[in-house]
């Protein structure tokens, strides 16, 4: 497994932007996809959007479409999410996954690795 290690998570205000990153400790990206979901307490955890690392195609949970950008730095070997005009609605804690080998990886039993999670919260 991949260890990955999610930063960017904050307090920001209704209308305000956040940029996620993940990135795998130590190593680089040796995953065909790398996805992003969200939960929020008492509630399942919820596919955000995906990339393909190969070529970079993207994926996204159709409610989500818009206003969330997802994006690999093959570089500097992360993937951020870009979230904008947040919404009190979106306060989640966000996980990064990799490792999986289908596409779109929608589940979380597609992934093999996952992050820690970073806390996003939105004030109205």
């Known amino acids: 497994q991949v260890q990955l290690v999610e930063s960017g998570g904050g307090l920001v205000q209704a209308g305000g932007s956040l940029r996620l990153s993940c990135a795998a400790a130590?190593?680089?990206?040796?995953?065909?996809?790398v996805g992003w979901f969200r939960q929020v307490p008492g509630k399942e955890r919820e596919f955000v959007a995906a990339?393909?690392?190969?070529?970079?195609?993207?994926y996204y949970a159709n409610s989500l479409k818009g206003r969330f950008t997802i994006s690999r730095d093959n570089g500097k070997n992360t993937v951020s999410l870009q979230i904008n005009s947040l919404k009190p609605e979106d306060t989640a804690v966000y996980y990064c996954?990799?490792?999986?080998?289908?596409?779109?990886?929608?589940?979380?039993?597609?992934?093999?690795?996952w992050g820690q999670g970073t806390q996003v919260t939105v004030s109205s």
């Open positions: 996954a990799a490792e999986s080998r289908t596409w779109p990886p929608l589940y979380e039993y597609e992934y093999k690795s």
């Open positions: 990339i393909r690392w190969s070529d970079g195609t993207t």
């Open positions: 130590g190593r680089t990206f040796s995953t065909y996809a």
